[in-house]
C-alpha cells in the first residue's frame, strides 16, 4: 500500500457511484446518521481511491447516503493511492472493523468480494471468517458466498426482518421465481415458522420434483392466499399449517385429533399437557404455574377431575411413529 494523503474536501459529483466494487453496505437506512450529520458534521471522512481517472468509493457509503439525502454536495475525503483492488478493499474492511459490527448481508458480501478479488478459500477461512465472527470452515464460506448470490427481494427481507444465518442459507436454495412468492408468506410469521415453511416447501419438493412456486399455486393454498377476508398474517399461518398437512398428512391428523380430544375433555387454562415429539412414545408432560399452597392444590384438583372421565383416555388413543420425523409407510 503505497499511501495516503491528508484528507481533502472531495465534490461528490466527482465520485463514479456506479462503480460500485468496494461496495459492502447496500439494504440500510441512513435517517439517523443524517441528523447526526445535521447535528454534528461528518466526523469520519470518507474513503476513496481512483480508477481510470474518476474517484471511487472504498468505504463509506452510509455516510455518502445520508450526505446525499442532506444535500451536502463537499464532504471530507481519505484519497488512497493503491491501485490493487483487493489491498485497497482490505484497507477499507480493517477500516470498519475498528469501529463497527456487520451485519449478516454485509458479511455475505465482504467474503464476495474477496473470492472476486482473487483471493484464496483458503485464506478467507483462516483471516477473514474469524474477524467475522464467522466458524473457519468450507461450509460457511460456501454458504456466505450463497447468500451474497440472493436475489434482491430476499435480501430485502433478510435486512428488514434480521433473518439468521439458517433462514438465510436456506432461502439461498431456492430460485428467484420461487423466492417471489415464497418472501410476502413469511414476512408475517415468526422465525421458528419460518424456517418450518422453507424446510416444508424444500422437503415436499423434492419428493413431488416439482418447483417450490408450484406447490403455492395449488388450488386449496391459492384459495387460501387470495381470500380478502384475512390479514396477510393468517394467510401466512393457514398456509404453514396447510404445507405442514402436505409434508407430515399423519402427523397433523394426530396432532389436530389430541386437540380435539382436550378440547372434548374441558382440559383446564393454566394447565400444559405436551406429547412426546412425534408422538414417538406414550410420554407427556404437564406443567402449571401457581401461587401458593391453595392453588396449587387447585391445580391438582382440576387434573384428578379431568382424569376421572371417560373422555381421558382420548388423549393416549396416539399412534406412533417408527423414527424421528417420519411416518410408517
Not at 465534490?11 to 454534528?40: M, P, Q, V, Y
Not at 439458517?166 to 408468506?185: G, S, Y
Not at 417450490?212 to 398456509?239: D, F, N
Amino acid at each position: 500500500m503505497k499511501n495516503i494523503f491528508e484528507p481533502k474536501q472531495l465534490n461528490l459529483h466527482e465520485l463514479d457511484l456506479e462503480d460500485t466494487r468496494f461496495r459492502i453496505s447496500e439494504f440500510f437506512s441512513s435517517d439517523r446518521l443524517a441528523l447526526s450529520i445535521k447535528k454534528i458534521g461528518l466526523l469520519y471522512p470518507l474513503l476513496v481511491t481512483l480508477r481510470k481517472g474518476r474517484f471511487v468509493l472504498v468505504s463509506g457509503w452510509k455516510r455518502l447516503s445520508a450526505c446525499l439525502k442532506l444535500g451536502i454536495s463537499r464532504a471530507p475525503a481519505l484519497i488512497l493511492d493503491e491501485p490493487d483492488d483487493l489491498k485497497a478493499f482490505l484497507f477499507g474492511l480493517y477500516e470498519n472493523l475498528a469501529g463497527r459490527e456487520f451485519p449478516l448481508l454485509e458479511k455475505a458480501e465482504i467474503v464476495a468480494r474477496l473470492d472476486a478479488f482473487g483471493m484464496a478459500g483458503s485464506k478467507i477461512m483462516k483471516d477473514i471468517l474469524p474477524l467475522l465472527q464467522i466458524p473457519p470452515t468450507a461450509f460457511y464460506l460456501d454458504s456466505f458466498l450463497s447468500i451474497s448470490r440472493l436475489d434482491p427481494i430476499a435480501k430485502k427481507a433478510i435486512a428488514a426482518k434480521n433473518l439468521p444465518f439458517p433462514i438465510a442459507r436456506m432461502l439461498a436454495e431456492f430460485q428467484t421465481e420461487d423466492l417471489e412468492k415464497i418472501i410476502p408468506l413469511l414476512l408475517p410469521l415468526g422465525q421458528n415458522k419460518q424456517r418450518e415453511v422453507l424446510e416444508d416447501l424444500l422437503e415436499i419438493s423434492k419428493r413431488k420434483n416439482i418447483f417450490p412456486r408450484h406447490i403455492l399455486e395449488t388450488p386449496g393454498i391459492r384459495a387460501v392466499l387470495q381470500c380478502s377476508k384475512w390479514p396477510p398474517v393468517q394467510k401466512s399461518e393457514r398456509v404453514r399449517l396447510a404445507l405442514r398437512r402436505e409434508r407430515f398428512p399423519h402427523l397433523t391428523a394426530w396432532e389436530e385429533s389430541f386437540q380435539s380430544a382436550l378440547r372434548e375433555l374441558g382440559w383446564p387454562k393454566g394447565i400444559s399437557l405436551e406429547p412426546a415429539p412425534y408422538f414417538e412414545t406414550d410420554d407427556m408432560e404437564a406443567s402449571f404455574r401457581f401461587k401458593g399452597e391453595k392453588e396449587f392444590q387447585a391445580r391438582l384438583r382440576q387434573l384428578l377431575d379431568v382424569s376421572s372421565r371417560q373422555e381421558f383416555q382420548k388423549i393416549f388413543a396416539r399412534p406412533r411413529l417408527t423414527t424421528k420425523g417420519r411416518e410408517k409407510a
